[in-house]
């Protein structure tokens, strides 16, 4: 389960390295990460409390092996996501994630993106939002107004977003307004790019429930609250 921050004590932290970056993430007293360097890492680095990291424009890169082969091909599966958030609430900011099979998996957790989020360079694609084994908890990415989500290495088969055919209940908040995510789902950047327009009811200000189909023929089921 995710800890809770002492407000009183909680302050921010810059890291130059893999191992200071490990080291704030168990220093619960932090409550800002910020990147002073750009970090290469031979693990996927797991977040599993609450904390905001500010990438400060720069780029976590792993460059580790891959499967069982210890490969150094990151199209070969094994599982590496440059950052995991695990059941917990973090924010990103100005933050690149590359070199993985993929940038994030938002595990049962929730991420807030703030700034330029990169995801490019990882062999599968860049975002999954999942549950993985014994989590309950549905994962979800909010989108903020100032945010954007940067991939240069999208492909039909490397996908900006996705979602395991085993999650359901995945979510994507925008402004006021959240999407939930079929189970299998696979999103380009186009694509969520098209649900930054907020849609309402002009007569009666209602919650509208929408299916929509993308030209990935994926079925998108759309439930939009409004504040």
Known sequence: LCSTLNANAATSKTVNNEAELKEALNNSNISTIILGSD???TEKINIMRDITIDGNNKTIRYIG????SQSNDNTVWGGIYVLQIYKCNVTLKD???TGGNAG???NGGHATFEGRIDVS???FGGIELGKGSGVTSSPTLTITDNAEIINTTESADKPTLWVPSDTN????EIGNTEFELNAGVELSLDEINELEESIENPETGDSLILNIIF???ELFNGLILFA
């Open 104 to 106: 994030l998996l938002i």
């Open 215 to 217: 030209l990935s023929n």
């Open 121 to 123: 360079g990882n062999g």
């Open 169 to 172: 209940g995945a979510v994507i």
């Open 95 to 97: 933050i690149k994630l």
């Open 39 to 41: 970090i290469e890492t």
């Open 65 to 68: 092996k891959f499967g069982a």
